[in-house]
């Protein structure tokens, strides 16, 4: 207020002065009089409380359409590379295709191996392959010789959509002889101890090379066989194998399998052996268990037959303690390439071709430590028809083999075994040991070992340059019927043999192989002794 006074003697004042200065100048004068100092104030105003308030909620659902139009995207980018780090790369093994090994031996043998592998990308591969072995010890033992000839080709062809077409073809010929007599008064020429096999073996397939979007693989496998002997017999052979896999989850696959099985046998009158199999199966697996359920049904000439196909496997450690069992069956045939395989001095003329009837029930235990594989299991097996292979003594004095049925009960203990204790050494054995073998109506099991056992090693030695081997098998000895029908068996088989091989650069070595070093001279068939202690050397390549 004093501020606002000053300010109003000052106005007062200079409006003085200018009266002053007007009535001088008019000639007039006057006075002013001041009764009060002037006051000014404002008056009170009412204040106006306001309260705000937010607008109700709108809890209305509304659908809002959005119309974008579509763009497609094209980036074109190389996939990233993962690469750990601080870890050093190991060595890369040299790769080679072909392969060749030329040896010979004494007594008088001769082996020669080729073989070599075709690929063209990821569109087409192939390989081919020759194999020749004979031997001729016919110095110690008349007209004991044979030889073997074996070839094959094979190829792949990868189409689009996970297609693939595959090929096969393959020949033998082999030649042995029936060196089964007295050598000490009787005495044959080559050609009359002659016989010899010959087949040609065309196959095929069209498959999925991988996996389809439904999980879903297929195969159909067409197989043919044609085989001719020296004494003109003559057998076809024919195998049409139709699969389809279903995956589920990845890891369970459901599999069904149908097999027409043809074979058609020809000497002095014709047989036809025709089968065909149904095969159905699902396996289940998890972590600890696996579960595996089917079957075989399988028809011949309007007769049907339902065979187990099923087995459990429980890991009790992971995978290095499981325990399995299972049951298992089929209808085995018997035909004229089966047995001469297994015995080449088989007499066939007036042989019956049947199917053996064969069920087997198993349990066992194996297990996977890295450095040790096992198994082993105890199986009971019957077999309806089981072919026998008893003597036939010739007019002429050769000794052949005819075949014989027989229903048998078989009770089996085997087991397997693979040690690995340092990257150098691998050794192997298998032993099976037929504990009961009761027959309905022969005496023995003419031609069938009850006891086989093979055990190998293998260490390898100046940086992968050379392999050193040793092997032993083991057999019992065979029973058999002798001239006058005496129930016989020769003597037990115990043959050792050492080998190696050493590569002086990286494509060419030689290799040595001795065999029978105890020079044991049992005799598989009768009258048939093995060749006694061997020997063969020569060169590998691979290139």
């Keep these: 207020m004093a501020c606002h006074h000053k300010i109003l003697y000052i106005a007062i004042l200079f409006l003085a002065a200018t009266q002053v200065a007007s009535a001088q100048n008019d000639k007039v004068t006057g006075s002013v009089d001041i009764y009060k100092d002037f006051d000014a104030r404002l008056l009170e105003s009412n204040k106006i409380n306001l309260s705000p308030s937010l607008p109700p909620i709108d809890t209305n ?3 809002q359409d959005y119309i974008i139009p579509p763009r497609p995207l094209s980036i074109a980018y190389d996939a990233p590379k993962l690469r750990p780090l601080g870890m050093k790369s190991g060595k890369k093994e040299d790769t ?29 591969d192939a390989k081919a392959w ?14 004991q010789r044979f030889f073997n000839n074996d070839a094959l080709i094979n190829a792949n062809v990868y189409l689009s959509e996970n297609l693939a077409v595959e090929g096969n073809l393959g020949y033998s010929y082999d030649r042995y002889h029936y060196y089964g007599y007295n050598i000490d008064t009787l005495s044959f020429s080559e050609e009359r101890t002659r016989q010899e096999f010959k087949m040609l073996n065309i196959g095929g397939r069209l498959y999925n090379s991988e996996r389809t979007d439904a999980d879903l693989n297929f195969s159909v496998a067409p197989r043919f066989y044609l085989l001719n002997d020296y004494y003109s017999n003559k057998e076809t052979g024919f195998d049409l194998g139709l699969t389809a896999t279903k995956w589920f989850d990845e890891k369970h696959p459901l599999r069904v399998t149908i097999r027409p099985d043809l074979t058609s046998f020809d000497d002095t009158s014709k047989q ?11 396996t289940f697996h998890s ?45 085995r045939k018997n035909t004229y390439r089966s047995m001469s395989e297994y015995n080449p ?3 066939i003329r007036g042989t019956k071709l049947r199917n053996t009837e064969y069920r087997n029930f198993y349990a066992g235990i194996k297990g996977d430590f890295g450095f040790l594989e096992y198994s082993g299991q105890l199986s009971y097996a019957t077999a309806n028809d089981l072919a026998l292979f008893q003597t036939d003594f010739q007019p002429s ?6 075949t014989v049925y027989d229903t048998a009960k078989i009770t089996n203990i085997q087991g397997t075994v693979k040690v690995h204790p340092f990257d150098a050494l691998i050794i192997t054995g298998t032993l099976s040991q037929n504990i009961t073998f009761n027959l309905n109506n022969e005496d023995e099991p003419w031609g069938l070992p009850r006891l086989e056992g093979n055990f190998n090693g293998v260490l390898t030695v100046l940086e992968g340059k050379a392999k050193l081997r040793g092997g032993l098998y083991i057999a019992d000895g065979i029973w058999f019927r002798d001239v006058e029908g005496i129930t016989r068996q020769k003597n037990a088989l115990f043959d050792l043999s050492v080998g190696g091989n050493y590569y002086f650069s990286d494509n060419i070595g030689a290799f040595l192989d001795v065999n029978n070093i105890l020079n044991n001279k049992r005799e598989r068939w009768f009258n048939y002794p093995v060749v006694g202690l061997n020997f063969m050397a020569g060169i590998t390549a691979r290139f």
């Design 397 to 402: 004095g050769l000794t052949r083999f005819n």
């Design 345 to 347: 001095f088989l007499y």
């Design 272 to 282: 036809k052996l025709n089968n065909i199999y149904l095969q159905p199966s699902f």
């Design 287 to 331: 972590d600890i268990v696996k579960i595996k359920v089917g079957g075989n049904f399988a028809s011949n000439r309007d007769e049907f037959k339902i065979f187990p196909d099923a087995e459990i496997t429980l890991r009790v450690v992971g995978n290095g303690f499981q325990i399995f069992g299972g049951a298992g069956g089929d209808l």
């Design 61 to 63: 659902t509304k659908k």
């Design 96 to 124: 080679y295709n072909g392969y060749a090994k030329l040896g010979a031996g004494v007594p008088k043998s001769f082996w020669g191996e080729a073989g070599y592998y075709f690929s063209s990308g990821k569109k087409f």
């Design 130 to 143: 020759f194999r020749h072995h004979s031997l001729n010890a016919e110095k110690s033992v008349e007209n």
